[in-house]
T-cell receptor, first 114, second 114 residues
Framework: EADIYQTPRYLVIGTGKKITLECSQT?????MYWYQQDPGMELHLIHY???????EKGDLSSESTVSRIRTEHFPLTLESARPSHTSQYLC?????????????FGSGTQLSVL | DAKTTQPPSMDCAEGRAANLPCNHS???????VYWYRQIHSQGPQYIIH???NNETNEMASLIITEDRKSSTLILPHATLRDTAVYYC???????????????FGQGTRLTINP
């Protein structure tokens, strides 16, 4: 149902590599989010954006960075991946549906850093 | 945002109604009750929301007590595909300035048994 896409679905990479996780949505939503989730654990908000050229840190500190140059695109970058970055990264966007704001999630990127 | 309390896990037989409780005793007058679920490691999926009246959609029903301090999500005829973690979240409906920073908590791990 949701038109929000994340690539890659799975990524295995060596320590020290630079990686970018892609997230795109076609719903025209202004607000976008990145959550991080370890297996069996809670989701933690690491970044969000109100709109183009706005980015904010979330509730959980992260070494990753984000950018929002276009409304539909909200990529997350790790300059130098480490094993501690191994986790699932979930992208979401929110929009108004019948006077309520709903979150729509992508399928996630499972990152493994060796 | 008001805090919610949910049981960590529940079991339900296939074909029976699954009733998931949520306590939100500090909810304020302009806060809605939202339910999301997360199947395996996919992104969470919106289920239903309500303010004070009971709500029903194609996925579930939401029963909110008259004092609004607790609610119950009902899956009327649970199937194996309903096995997931269910999150009860209390939040204002619209964020005029800012982002819908939902805090997902631990949720209830619902297992549907054949």
């Amino acid at each position: 149902e949701a038109d929000i896409y994340q690539t890659p679905r799975y990524l295995v990479i060596g320590t020290g590599k630079k990686i970018t996780l892609e997230c795109s949505q076609t719903m025209g939503h202004d607000k976008m989010y990145w959550y991080q989730q370890d297996p069996g654990m809670e989701l933690h908000l690491i970044h969000y954006s109100y709109g183009v050229n706005s980015t904010e840190k979330g509730d959980l500190s992260s070494e990753s960075t984000v950018s929002r140059i276009r409304t539909e695109h909200f990529p997350l970058t790790l300059e130098s991946a480490r094993p501690s970055h191994t986790s699932q990264y979930l992208c979401a966007s929110s929009g108004r549906v019948q006077s309520n704001e709903k979150l729509f999630f992508g399928s996630g990127t499972q990152l493994s850093v060796l | 945002d008001a805090k919610t309390t949910q049981p960590p896990s529940m079991d339900c037989a296939e074909g029976r109604a699954a009733n998931l409780p949520c306590n939100h005793s500090t909810i304020s007058g302009n806060e809605y009750v939202y339910w999301y679920r997360q199947i395996h490691s996919q992104g969470p999926q919106y289920i239903i929301h309500g303010l004070k009246n009971n709500e029903t959609n194609e996925m579930a029903s939401l029963i909110i007590t008259e004092d609004r301090k607790s609610s119950t999500l009902i899956l009327p005829h649970a199937t194996l595909r309903d096995t997931a973690v269910y999150y009860c979240i209390v939040r204002v409906a619209l964020i005029i300035q800012g982002a819908q920073k939902l805090v997902f908590g631990q949720g209830t791990r619902l297992t549907i048994n054949p």
